[in-house]
Nanobody, 120 residues
Framework: QVQVMESGGGLVQPGGSLRLSCAAS????????MGWYRQAPGKERELVAT???????NYADSVKGRFTISRDNAKATVYLQMNSLKPEDTAVYYC??????????????WGQGTQVTVSS
């Protein structure tokens, strides 16, 4: 059984910062890419940032220069540091992880989501 769980969302004023965390747990043999996605009301889920096991990163144009994704492989955890937040960053943020279990089964796992609200 594998689980992925986010934490760190909340309410922040425009220009403020938040740090999201996502930890994977369970019968994990290896974790490949990890990433963050978000879904605003009435919109489709979109990619925010991804990071490979070796640390290569990819960002949506809308967050480049403001958000930083990182990971701690020893802790099976991925982070998203969000600075200079804008109201349009308001969304539910989801963690995604490409995990191979000890049984050999490989699948993408999603967290339950954490709400980020940027408002004055």
């Amino acid at each position: 059984q594998v689980q992925v769980m986010e934490s760190g969302g909340g309410l922040v004023q425009p220009g403020g910062s938040l740090r999201l965390s996502c930890a994977a747990s369970g019968s994990i043999f290896s974790i490949n890419a990890m990433g963050w996605y978000r879904q605003a009301p009435g919109k489709e889920r979109e990619l925010v940032a991804t990071i490979t096991r070796s640390g290569s990163t990819n960002y949506a144009d809308s967050v480049k220069g403001r958000f930083t994704i990182s990971r701690d492989n020893a802790k099976a955890t991925v982070y998203l540091q969000m600075n200079s937040l804008k109201p349009e960053d308001t969304a539910v943020y989801y963690c995604n992880a490409d995990i191979r279990s000890f049984s050999g089964y490989r699948n993408e796992y999603w967290g339950q989501g954490t709400q980020v609200t940027v408002s004055s």
